[in-house]
């Protein structure tokens, strides 16, 4: 029953491939949001959705695609992965704006 | 844009004892919501508390309590009667009402350690 989850935890991949994470909440929740944690543990979003409706795109490279297939879910895509890309990726969703935000368990992506 | 900043990058207490961390943001909103998360060596982000800025009361949550001085942009917590668990880094976080700007600003963290 864990109300933000993440799929994989942990992925390892070389440089040049594409791959994908995936985000589900159970929460009923109308956003949802991704973060990137570098390795000096700064975070910092992304993008997020309301309610499959992309709001926040913050300057990210568009090698990273986010999907919204329906409100319960929000996946990452992301192109010709780089060594920069390596960090943490959390997934979050909240009720509303002001409401707070529950993180998945992050997804540690190494680019080799 | 907003920022937000903790001064303290490491902390260390023994445990039992009282601790206060810093964070001091900078806004010309005035309707905006502030965070303390904590971020344990399991990865997961945990809400420590949450306070509005239209709410005067400082908020608590048992032993975790905040002192929010609104006119000098300061939110600082306080860990009471600290336990080995409460070893984790400590996230201030901002969030303020805007078309398309609601979202999390973080803070660079403070890495909390409680000795034994």
């Known amino acids: 029953d864990t109300a933000v989850s993440q799929t994989p935890k942990y992925l390892v991949t070389q440089m040049g491939n594409d791959k994908s994470i995936k985000c589900e909440q159970n929460?009923?929740?109308?956003?949802m949001y991704w973060y990137k944690q570098d390795s000096k543990k700064f975070l910092k979003i992304m993008f997020s959705y309301n309610n499959k409706e992309l709001i926040i795109n913050e300057t990210v490279p568009n090698r990273f695609s986010p999907k919204s297939p329906d409100k319960a879910h929000l996946n990452l895509h992301i192109n010709s992965l780089e060594l920069g890309d390596s960090a943490v990726y959390f997934c979050?969703?909240?009720?509303?704006?002001?409401?707070?935000?529950?993180f998945g368990p992050g997804t540690r992506l190494t680019v080799l | 844009a907003q920022t937000v900043t903790q001064s303290q990058p490491e902390m260390s207490v023994q445990e039992a004892e009282t601790v206060t961390l810093s964070c001091t943001y900078d806004?010309?909103?005035?309707?905006?919501?502030l965070f303390w998360y904590k971020q344990p060596p399991s990865r997961q982000m945990i809400l420590v508390i949450r306070?509005?800025?239209?709410?005067?009361q400082n908020a608590t949550e048992n032993r975790f309590s905040v002192n929010f001085q609104k006119a000098a942009k300061s939110f600082s917590l306080k860990i009471s009667d600290s336990q080995l668990g409460d070893t984790a880094m400590y996230f201030c976080?901002?969030?303020?009402?805007?078309?398309?700007?609601?979202?999390?600003?973080f803070g660079t963290g403070t890495r909390l350690t409680i000795i034994p």
């Open positions: 306070q509005e800025a239209y709410k005067q």
């Open positions: 929460l009923g929740h109308d956003t």
């Open positions: 979050a969703s909240s009720q509303d704006w002001a409401d707070t935000q529950y």
């Open positions: 806004t010309s909103e005035s309707n905006y919501y």
């Open positions: 976080a901002f969030m303020s009402r805007g078309f398309g700007n609601e979202k999390l600003t």
